[in-house]
């Protein structure tokens, strides 16, 4: 399967995001993807209101997300706002597409490095799988790379890749982190990972809006035995990978990691 990793930029317009969507999933399907993933808060940046701009799944935002997708026939993966409780908002992954039509609402917070993501955001309760083209995909978000247990239970629920969007923090060892976060949580689930972030704002003169995460880059794909096939720096830019399903039960022959795991 063909599938293409978008690291875009996204700004405080959600109608100028949804040009950069239509732009790179246009080039993604150009380069032959089924498949193009977009990163976290693809809608609006971090570091600006989200409660003005959260729709519900069948509102005009995402209605034009499925437009694009429909109209290029490619699987899309985007980042969105949806209304929460308590007037905060989802941070939510739509996928649609040629016969895909679903959602992820992020489970794990971003507490963390001075940021309090549950001020604003209500967090989601469940995992969230998807098949495109005979491959199944499993569902996480930024923070939730650092919990493998989601990992592990979309691989139990049949995902043989695991796809990550985000909008990383920038900071001292960041990068670092995300760089061993994501090639881990393809050993520990013998999945591949498609690691899509937020570029860096500092590569297209833009400065970080205080200490919201808005990005870093380092988009990657990794193997299910944690090689890089393919990465970024931290520039706006696609990357277009053919990754074999077939490899995951070689692998976890070889690996039976999720097999020999033991409850405690």
Not at 140 to 162: E, M, S
Not at 178 to 184: K, P
Not at 223 to 250: C, H, T
Request: one cysteine or more; glycine letters at 10%.
């Amino acid at each position: 399967m063909r599938l293409a990793v978008a690291q875009i930029i996204s700004s405080a317009d959600p109608a100028s995001n949804l040009e950069l969507i239509r732009d790179y999933a246009t080039q993604a399907k150009a380069a032959g993807a089924g498949l193009v993933v977009f990163p976290e808060a693809a809608m609006r940046a971090f570091g600006h209101s989200l409660t003005g701009i959260a729709e519900p799944l069948d509102g005009p935002w995402a209605e034009k997300v499925r437009g694009i997708a429909m109209e290029l026939d490619i699987a899309v993966v985007a980042g969105m706002f949806t209304p929460g409780k308590d007037g905060r908002v989802r941070n939510t992954l739509l996928v649609t597409g040629p016969g895909v039509d679903t959602s992820y609402d992020k489970v794990h917070l971003f507490d963390a490095f001075g940021f309090t993501e549950s001020k604003t955001v209500d967090a989601g309760e469940k995992p969230v799988t998807f098949e495109v083209n005979g491959t199944v995909f499993g569902l996480a978000t930024c923070y939730d790379v650092r919990f493998p247990a989601l990992f592990t239970a979309n691989a139990k629920a049949g995902a043989q890749v695991n796809i990550v969007c985000a909008s990383w923090g920038a900071g001292e060892g960041k990068a670092e982190q995300w760089d061993l976060l994501v090639r881990a949580r393809a050993l520990d689930s013998t999945t591949f990972v498609v690691a899509c972030g937020q570029g860096d704002p500092e590569t297209i003169g833009a400065g970080p809006a205080g200490s919201a995460p808005t990005g870093i880059g380092h988009s990657a794909v990794i193997s299910p035995l944690g090689s890089a096939l393919a990465s970024l720096d931290g520039k706006p830019g696609l990357a277009v990978v053919d990754i074999d399903p077939s490899l995951v039960e070689e692998v976890r022959t070889k690996l039976p990691v999720l097999a020999n795991a033991r409850q405690f």
